[in-house]
Structures are given as structure tokens and as C-alpha cells.
């Protein structure tokens, strides 16, 4: 049924409502350097062999990151690239999932935020540089209540996982193809497993709903929006 007065009472309801005395705020101008949250430069963080041996252990130093955010550079953003590289074969052991909790616990004391990677090799080689898919999807399903707990300190999370460095190009794996070294027909071939990782780390929830996701070349991103929109 149509609804001809619907917005003309919207606009009496606005007009009705109850106007507020301007207010007036006076600033002071500061030469300061400001702590920005979530913005400006930020500083760079890798785990090391010792997440996957030791419990209770983070290489994130309390004074150092404390540091960071209240000295003459005020950094408040941390870049942590967590390095699955021990975990090619096998689950992620729950001693390196205790240990990226304590990392969060740890960056937020000192009042910091983070950009998240994880990687499975951080130097290229002839060998594959990620597991096969089936394996990866396991370990985003391990990962994701971890990052679920720790959302309010994350401020974008990286697609990561593939390839060297997890950056999508040197994965050595007929399973996601080589950028640069497979031809086009090979590459649209290879995308369907490559947009399908995309589409799970960009539908882990805390990421869904409030957090972006950052992936290297626009085509990913291109195909993507198409792909979600219905290919």
C-alpha cells in the first residue's frame, strides 16, 4: 500500500525536534607530537622459531612498545606478521595460539593497535610457500577466535597466508599458480582457490563487520567484488 505522507511527517518530526544552544570550543595550538590512534606511521614486529617451542613466550617487549607509543615519534600502530612457517604439515599447536593471545594482551597495555599478516615463509624458495588450501582453511578456523577476542586492538587484518611473505605472488604451487610465471589462462585457472581464500578471510567475522582487509593487486580486489556480487 502506498505511503504518500511517510516522509513529509519524517520532515515535521525533524523540524519538531528540540533546537540546542550553539556551543563554542576554544582549542590551544600545540607544537606537540600526537599519539594518532589507528593512523601515521607505524613500526614492524615478527614472531620467531621460539612461538612454536616455548610456552607463555612473546618476543613483544613491554618497555620497548610502551616506548613506541609515548616517545618523540608517538607510533601507536604495530605491523605483526605472525610466521606459520612450522605448521606446513600439521595444525597450529595451541602453544602458538597461547602466545599470540599473550602478543594482543601485551600491545594493548601499551596502548597500542595492530595490522595483522600471517605468512607461511618470510624468504622465497623452490619450494610451496603455503600449504595446500585444505590446510590453510583449518588454520583460519583456528585463528579466527583468537582475532574474534582481540578485535577491539586490530585495525585492518592483511589476506596474507599465500606466498612468500604472504603476499599472493611467489607461492610455487600448482594448486594457487605464480604470478609472473604462468600465463593468463593458467592464472584465471588458479583463481577460483585463490578467490576463495579471500573470500574466507575477508568473512572471519570480526573482520566482516568492522575491520578491513588488505590484499596486494587490485585485480584480487576486482574479481572479488564481481565474484561476491555473483559470478
Not at 27 to 41: C, F, H, M, V, W
Not at 46 to 59: L, P, R
Request: hydrophobic letters at 35%.
Amino acid at each position: 500500500m502506498p505511503r504518500p505522507f511517510s516522509r513529509p511527517l519524517l520532515l515535521l518530526s525533524l523540524c519538531a525536534a528540540p533546537l540546542h544552544a550553539q556551543q563554542t570550543a576554544t582549542y590551544t595550538s600545540s607544537d606537540e607530537i600526537i599519539a594518532n590512534p589507528q593512523r601515521g606511521l607505524q613500526k614492524y614486529s615478527i614472531t620467531n622459531a621460539s612461538y612454536h617451542t616455548t610456552d607463555n613466550y612473546t618476543n613483544l617487549n613491554a618497555t620497548t612498545l610502551a616506548g613506541w607509543r609515548t616517545g618523540a615519534d608517538r607510533v601507536s600502530v604495530l605491523f605483526r606478521y605472525f610466521l606459520l612457517d612450522a605448521y606446513l604439515d600439521s595444525a597450529i599447536s595451541t602453544r602458538y595460539l597461547a602466545n599470540i593471545r599473550l602478543d594482543f594482551a601485551r600491545i594493548r597495555t601499551a596502548g597500542l593497535t595492530c595490522l595483522v599478516r600471517f605468512s607461511y615463509s618470510n624468504a622465497e624458495s623452490t619450494a610451496p610457500q603455503q600449504p595446500p588450501l585444505s590446510r590453510i582453511l583449518e588454520h583460519i578456523a583456528q585463528l579466527a577466535p583468537v582475532l574474534e577476542e582481540n578485535k577491539d586492538i586490530i585495525i585492518a587484518h592483511q589476506a596474507g597466508f599465500l606466498g612468500t611473505w604472504g603476499e599472493w605472488y611467489y607461492t610455487n604451487s600448482t594448486e594457487f599458480g605464480t604470478d609472473g610465471t604462468i600465463n593468463s589462462t593458467q592464472l584465471i585457472d588458479n583463481m577460483d582457490d585463490r578467490l576463495h581464500l579471500l573470500g574466507l578471510v575477508t568473512r572471519i567475522s570480526y573482520v566482516r563487520e568492522e575491520h578491513l582487509t588488505y590484499v596486494e593487486g587490485s585485480s584480487y580486489e576486482q574479481r572479488y567484488a564481481v565474484c561476491s556480487s555473483g559470478c
